[in-house]
C-alpha cells in the first residue's frame, strides 16, 4: 500500500459510513465518499476530499463513483461498502418488495462495486475491499429479518469472492458491528452487551485501518465480530 493510500467509502454522510471517513482522513487516506443525499458532499468539503451524491443500488452510479476515484487517485486500495438500513417488520409481513429492496441495499450493493473496481485492483496488484455487515450475520434476530437473512447471504458471496479472486492479492473481508455510539441505546440493550457499553466509531475505524493495512495481509474471506461480545454464536 502507498503512503497515502486511496480509498472510496459509500453511504459516508453520517453514521457509521462518517466515522469511518473522518478515521481514515486523519490517517491520511485520499479519500471519495458517496451518499444519498448531501451528507458526503458536506463531510467531503470539511475533509478536503472528493463527495459524490449516488446510491449503492445504483450500477451507475457506483460505476462513476469509481471512475472518478480512478481518475483522481490513479489507483483504489481500498473499498469500504457501507450501506442504509433495509425494512425491518414481522417475517412473514414483510412484503416481496422490501425483500428485492434489500438485497439490492445489502448484497447486490457489493456486487456491483466488487465489478466495477476489481479489474483496477487486479491491474495495480491488489486491493482490499471491506463490507460493513452486522452481527446479525451470525446471530439472527426475528426484530431484524432482512438484515440477518440477506448479511448471511453477503458471508457466503465474500467467502466465493475471496476464493476467486485471492490470486490477484485482492482481499474481501465482512465487519459485523454490534451497538454503536452513533445511536442512542436503552438500559437494556447496554445490559445485553458484556462489555456493557457501545462501541466507539474510533474503535470501528481501527479495525477498519488494521484490515485495510499490511498488518492484515493474511486475512480474508472473514467475517469479523466488533460487538462487545453481543453474538452468542461461536
Known amino acids: 500500500m502507498t503512503d497515502h493510500p486511496s480509498a472510496i467509502v459509500t453511504a459516508a454522510g453520517r453514521g457509521i459510513g462518517e466515522g469511518i471517513a473522518r478515521h481514515l482522513a486523519g490517517l491520511g487516506y485520499r479519500l471519495l465518499l458517496m451518499s444519498n443525499g448531501s451528507g458526503a458532499e458536506r463531510l467531503a468539503a470539511e475533509l478536503g476530499c472528493i463527495g459524490l451524491r449516488g446510491s449503492v443500488t445504483s450500477s451507475a452510479d457506483i460505476d462513476r463513483a469509481v471512475r472518478a476515484a480512478d481518475d483522481a487517485f490513479g489507483r483504489i486500495d481500498l473499498v469500504v461498502n457501507n450501506t442504509g438500513h433495509p ?38 496488484g491488489g486491493g482490499v475491499i471491506l463490507n ?39 482481499r474481501i473481508n465482512n465487519i459485523l458491528p454490534g451497538s454503536f455510539d452513533n445511536y442512542a441505546a436503552s438500559p437494556e440493550q447496554i445490559d445485553a452487551i458484556p462489555l456493557r457499553r457501545q462501541g466507539r466509531m474510533d474503535e470501528l475505524g481501527r ?18 465480530r466488533v460487538d462487545g461480545g453481543l453474538a452468542r454464536a461461536l
Open 87 to 124: 425494512a425491518q417488520g414481522e417475517l412473514l409481513a414483510i412484503d416481496d418488495a422490501d425483500w428485492h429492496a434489500g438485497l439490492d441495499l445489502l448484497l447486490l450493493n457489493v456486487v456491483r462495486m466488487a465489478r466495477a473496481v476489481t479489474p483496477i485492483m487486479g491491474r495495480q
Open 132 to 170: 460493513i455487515s452486522s452481527y446479525v450475520a451470525e446471530q439472527p434476530s426475528l426484530r431484524y429479518p432482512v438484515s440477518s437473512t440477506l448479511r448471511a447471504a453477503l458471508s457466503a458471496w465474500t467467502k466465493l469472492y475471496a476464493d476467486a479472486c485471492g490470486g490477484t492479492n485482492i
Open 207 to 224: 479495525v477498519v485501518a488494521f484490515l485495510a493495512s499490511d498488518d492484515a495481509a493474511y486475512i480474508t474471506g472473514q467475517n469479523i
